[in-house]
């Protein structure tokens, strides 16, 4: 039986081999759970980052034993010692980051004196929210579905970016009377191309509370800042939004979001050259969720999926909706190693499947279009809270032996429950 001292040698041995500059990099849809991992590697890292997206993500952080959800700043921002940066891949709609700040500071935790939000990320403005549900409605009527967005006006955001009319945050530096002559254009524009309304009052109002608490976090150029991080030898841990198959590129399109979600994206979003990228963590379910529309091959059926949303607590961190659930696909897992590079798995939440008499995990598809499935057995006993890697029952090491050998990436850490300290941290 190994003892505390060999685990304590193994997390040490695993810390280390993740290098100075660390992605997690979701593998599925998103909702993998990063943000415990993250919230667990934080404190061995100098600076959190975040690289792409917006609040279309949500992560529960505990505060004082309360739980909130956070969508802007990353998971690992109550380590008060580090610093926090939001990259210029981001779309930032202003009035929620302040409401995430505000949640921290009546806890007495500061945020302002060590954040920097990069100049060149995008502010999301009440406007895009109003775009994005016309264009879910008309989807609605012309294909008789949407996407199934967040609603938080992500998309439209990045395409006022890729159009080249998006506010960046460098709009923060302006005098108030220039905001309000840059939203009213703005606002005329976005109104001119979509059916919606612009209300200038209620735009100007939020920006300018954001200039008030946020101009003086604002970066001018963030490769400046991430490169002094790295000749300052400071460590960089990069917290990726949603999944791999949700990416605007590489993503089972077009269900998917507006963003780079991969380890590349959170790369360009940061200002990082791709070589000092030192290790990177695909992080995917024992299982398999998706939230919104489009294909999922190895969706379960409705009996099972139910029973997983419930041993799961599958409902989204941001809409709330229930999630779809189902099995692994390994192909997926491949391609999302492949993709990102992924050097090591944070498989989260086996102890959901302790319950299951035989797991069906899909490894293909066969001729005529349907997924050829293995069914692993089940391990029937309780892994929750486990937390050394030879506590858990055979069938479970086969399981996740499987998935290395499916896949060539070694399972370095296995989520056994909610708790921050369920987890086991497995050196091979
Ligand atoms: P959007 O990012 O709000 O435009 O949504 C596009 C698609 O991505 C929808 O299917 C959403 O449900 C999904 N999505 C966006 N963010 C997340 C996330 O953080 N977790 C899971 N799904 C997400």
């Keep these: 039986m190994p003892g505390v001292g060999d685990r304590i040698c193994a997390v040490k041995d695993v810390i280390e081999s993740l290098g100075p500059v660390c992605a997690v990099i979701g593998a599925q849809w998103g909702d993998e759970g990063k943000g415990k991992i993250v919230d667990i590697l934080a404190e061995h890292f100098d600076v959190l980052a975040r690289a792409c997206g917006g609040a279309n993500a949500g992560h529960t952080i505990v505060v004082n034993g309360k739980k909130h959800v956070f969508h802007l700043l990353p998971a690992g921002c109550l380590h008060e010692e580090k610093d926090i940066v939001l990259g210029s891949g981001m779309v930032i709609h202003l009035p929620t980051l302040l409401e995430e700040i505000a949640l921290l500071e009546e806890q007495g935790i500061g945020i302002i004196d060590r954040l920097y939000l990069s100049s060149g990320a995008h502010v999301v403005l009440s406007i895009h929210k109003s ?50 002559k840059i939203l009213k254009e703005h606002g ?38 991430m490169s002094t991080c790295l000749a300052e030898a400071k460590t960089i841990l990069i917290e990726g939004a949603q999944g791999t198959l949700l990416d605007i590129d590489h993503g089972t399109y077009p269900y998917v979001t507006s963003s780079a979600t991969t380890a590349c994206g959170a790369l ?151 708790g921050r300290e369920d987890v086991i941290v497995n050196h091979t």
């Design 188 to 225: 005329t524009m976005l109104t001119a191309l979509f059916d919606v309304r612009f209300d200038l009052d209620r735009e100007l109002a939020e920006v300018i509370a954001a200039k008030k608490k946020l101009e003086r976090c604002l970066i001018a150029n963030i490769t400046d800042t």
């Design 131 to 180: 775009i994005d549900h016309f264009l879910e409605e008309k989807r609605k009527k012309k294909m008789g579905k949407g996407i199934g967005t967040t609603g938080r006006g992500i998309g439209p955001a990045y395409v006022d970016k890729a159009m080249r009319t998006g506010m960046r945050l460098e709009t923060l530096w302006e005098s108030p009377a220039s905001i309000k």
């Design 268 to 418: 360009q979003g940061l200002g990082l050259p791709p070589q000092v990228l030192t290790s990177c963590i695909g992080v995917a379910k024992a299982y398999c969720t998706r939230v919104g529309e489009g294909d999922f091959l190895t969706e379960g059926s409705p009996t099972a999926s139910k029973r997983l949303r419930k041993r799961g607590g599958e409902y989204g961190a941001t809409t709330g909706r229930p999630r779809r659930c189902g099995w692994l696909h390994t192909p997926h897992l491949r391609y999302a190693a492949i993709l990102n590079g992924f050097t090591h798995w944070n498989i989260t939440k086996l102890d959901v499947l302790d319950e299951e008499k035989s797991i069906p995990v899909g490894t293909g598809i066969r001729n005529g279009g349907k997924v050829a499935y293995k069914k692993l057995p089940g391990w029937k006993k309780k892994t929750l809270g486990i937390r050394e890697y030879s506590d858990l029952p055979r069938h479970a090491r086969n399981f996740v032996e499987f998935i290395e050998e499916q896949t060539g990436v070694p399972v370095a850490f296995i989520g056994t429950g909610e």
